[in-house]
Every structure is written in C-alpha cells, then in structure tokens.
C-alpha cells in the first residue's frame, strides 16, 4: 500500500556533563555569595547553580572556554548543601546535570557585641572611655566610619579624644573568617566649663584676725563649684567662700562644675590668702 508522509527525527546530542566545577571556597558565612568555575563550556549551552530544584545563579552562557557563575546569597538552616551545575543546550532546551558536585558549609555569623565603661554614653571633653568588643575572634574599631584600632585579638578600644556625637562601631571576626560590625555607639561630650578667676583681688590678701574675708568666683556656673585650698578640695560647693582666721591661710583656686555628667573645668589661678593677726 502507499507509505505514510515522512517523519524526519532530529536527536539533539545532551550537553557535556564531564565538565569540571570549582567553587572559590568550599565553605561560606549566611548571607555571602560563592563564584563557581566551568571549564571548557560549550558555546550555545547556558548553564546555571541549583540547589536541587531551587535556582542559585543567573543563566550563563558558555563560549568554549571557561565560565564563571556567581551564586545567589547562601543561608542558614540547611548546612551543608550540595550544588550542582545544570547544562541546557539553548536551541533544544535538553539539559543534563553536571556530574561534578559541590558540598557547601554554611557558617552562621558570629553575634558581635559592643559594650563601653560610661553607663550613659555622656562623657565630659576629654574624658577617656573603653569600648568592649564580644562575640568574635578578632576585633576592629571604627569611630564614624573610619578604622582607628585593629583589625587584632585585642578586644578593648580606649579613647579620650571623641567629639559629640561621634559614633563607635566595632567589625569582629570569628573563627571561620565570618564578620558582623555591631550596632553603633553615639557618645555626647558636654563641654567643659570655663576657667573662672577669683574676685578682683590680687595675691596676697591680707586682713586683720576677726574680719571675714569672701572669695567669689568671677563665673557664674550653672551647676556648682569646686573651692581647693592647697590642691585640697574643701567641700564648698558655692560661689563664694568666707574666711575669717588665719588657719583659712592658704592657695586658693575655685572650678567651675557643669552639665550631666558633672563636667568640672580648669581651675582657676592661684589666690594666696593670709590673715594676719589685727
């Protein structure tokens, strides 16, 4: 009888699944991304990372020579897992996998803490500060961006140059090379007060015994004072102070306290006081 109208049957030949794969590391920190290398790709095959059916790069296409797949942000749970490279022949659409499979290890982040020996974070100028690194192996601390100790195991961080507002970080580094900076710290430096004088009076004072004799301080400060004889802080704490026998003889200085932090500021110049008898 006559013959059927012809079939002409095409095989396309599967995409080469010898190829060799080579990842930039066997291991990885949750949320960082690996380069895998195809050598000797085939040009019209585009290949692409799986983890079993779930795509873990964008399709690239081969050129006859070696390629390189940058994969997709790898993360936890699910440590480790096997990557594979799938060869599609871009004119067929027939794929194969590689054979040459790839165990990755998802490392978790270390939990890097900051921590710092002033309770409220609001220091007077000057005032020197530790800042603490936890969680990691090695530490690296940064004031508003900018390194200023480390990288190294050294995890303390001390400092009695910042300004307002200055914002410390610290980037720790565990054990399998994984980083996390910290959240900031924002310090508040107060200022500190000015230098005051005392009276109008010039050295020595002298009255006669009996007579009450006032030292004030030329400032006025908006939280209190500090009054020293002889480099001795006296415990008067006001504007002024009154002597009245010669046991009061001495140096006098007087300094100016301020702020939340009870900032003191330099102290004044010398007033010698002597009470001599009348």
Not at 122 to 133: E, R
Not at 167 to 172: A, D
Not at 178 to 207: K, M, Q
Request: charged share 10%.
């Amino acid at each position: 009888g006559p013959h059927s109208a012809a079939q002409v049957v095409v095989i396309n030949d599967e995409p080469n699944a010898g190829l060799v794969v080579t990842p930039s590391a066997t291991s990885v920190c949750d949320g960082s991304v690996l380069s895998f290398t195809v050598g000797l790709s085939q040009a019209g095959v585009n290949y692409e990372l799986f983890d079993g059916a779930t795509s873990m790069s964008a399709v690239v296409g081969g050129n006859g020579a070696s390629i390189v797949l940058t994969s997709n942000a790898f993360s936890l749970p699910g440590s480790p897992v096997t990557i594979k490279v799938v060869a599609t022949n871009a004119s067929s659409g027939c794929s194969v996998d590689l054979s040459d499979t790839e165990s990755i290890t998802i490392n978790a982040l270390p939990v890097v803490t900051l921590t710092d020996s002033d309770a409220d974070d609001i220091i007077c100028a000057g005032s020197s500060v530790t800042f603490t690194g936890g969680g990691a192996s090695t530490y690296q601390f940064y004031v508003n961006g900018l390194s200023v100790q480390g990288p190294g195991a050294l995890a303390t961080y001390v400092t009695s140059s910042l300004l307002n507002g200055d914002v410390v970080t610290v980037r720790g580094v565990d054990g399998s090379g994984c980083a996390v900076t910290s959240a900031g710290t924002t310090i508040t430096v107060e200022p500190l007060p000015a230098t005051p004088a005392i009276g109008g009076n010039t050295s020595p004072v002298c009255d006669a015994a009996g007579v009450d004799m006032t030292l004030t301080s030329s400032l006025v400060s908006t939280g209190s004072y500090v009054w020293y004889k002889n480099g001795v802080a006296t415990g008067d704490v006001g504007a002024s102070i009154t002597l009245s026998s010669s046991a009061d003889n001495g140096s006098y200085r007087v300094s100016l306290v301020e702020g939340v932090s009870l900032c003191e500021g330099p102290q004044s110049a010398a007033q010698v006081v002597v009470i001599g008898p009348g």
